[in-house]
């Protein structure tokens, strides 16, 4: 299957920095690309999805001046958790899709964002 | 609002045995299952997946079943292997106006004990 990358695969944070998250398809072109998050023990929830060249459609009740989504390239997509807090801790997984008709998405291996 | 429904936490299989892990879901619009692996700590891993067109889609020791009128999907793994302990989430695809999107079911917890 497709490959997916996630950088970094953990980040600890002071309260009040921003962190950055970069997610990349290693072997195909990915127009679209998707964020989530999970809680523990709970469904992976949506919080936006990208278009290459496009600005990201947020889920509703994601802040999208807390979480900002650049997708700059067919292979690369960045997640910045600005003026990061402790509820923000999660775990953060991006996924990517190929055009057309696939609907098939491919994850990342995810980043675990701790802030203290 | 729960569209995609695994009401079994979790499961206990004996190695060699078949696991059945099930879902249910409300909304008629999806027109495409699929079936995702994660391990703790790690991205979901993409299974197998099923058209709504279609009842039965088989990959090697993996079996996807849709039964549409029941708005049911379940996928059978056999024989099982310690390997596939797991959490096990199963996803619906659909259009909306905001283009494509998976909606998730909670997860079933597999343990396959030897």
């Known amino acids: 299957g497709a490959v997916v990358s996630q950088h970094p695969s953990w980040v600890i944070c002071k309260s009040g920095t921003s962190v950055k998250i970069e997610c990349r398809s290693l072997?195909?072109?990915?127009?679209?690309m998707f964020w989530y998050r999970q809680f523990p023990k709970q469904s992976l929830m949506l919080m936006a999805t990208s278009n290459e060249g496009s600005k990201a459609t947020y889920e509703q009740g994601v802040e999208k001046d807390k979480f900002l989504i650049n997708h700059a390239s067919l292979t690369l997509s960045t997640l910045t958790v600005t003026s990061a807090h402790p509820e923000d801790s999660s775990f953060y997984i991006c996924?990517?899709?190929?055009?057309?008709?696939?609907?098939?998405?491919?994850f990342g291996p995810g980043t675990r964002l701790l802030v203290l | 609002d729960q569209q995609v429904k695994q009401n079994s936490p979790s499961l206990s299989v004996q190695e060699g045995r078949i696991s059945i892990l099930n879902c249910d879901y409300t909304?008629?619009?999806?027109?495409?299952f699929l079936w995702y692996k994660k391990y703790p700590a790690e991205g979901p891993t993409f299974l197998i997946s099923i058209s709504s067109i279609k009842d039965k889609n088989e990959d090697g020791r993996f079996t996807v079943f849709l039964n549409k009128s029941a708005k049911h999907l379940s996928l059978h793994i056999v024989p099982s292997q310690p390997g596939d302990s797991a959490v096990y989430f199963c996803?619906?695809?659909?259009?909306?106006?905001?283009?494509?999107?998976?909606?998730f079911g909670t997860g079933t917890q597999l343990k396959v004990e030897l």
């Open positions: 996924s990517a899709r190929t055009s057309g008709k696939m609907v098939t998405q491919y």
């Open positions: 996803a619906a695809h659909h259009f909306t106006g905001g283009g494509n999107k998976l909606t």
């Open positions: 072997d195909f072109q990915a127009t679209t």
């Open positions: 909304n008629s619009m999806f027109d495409y």
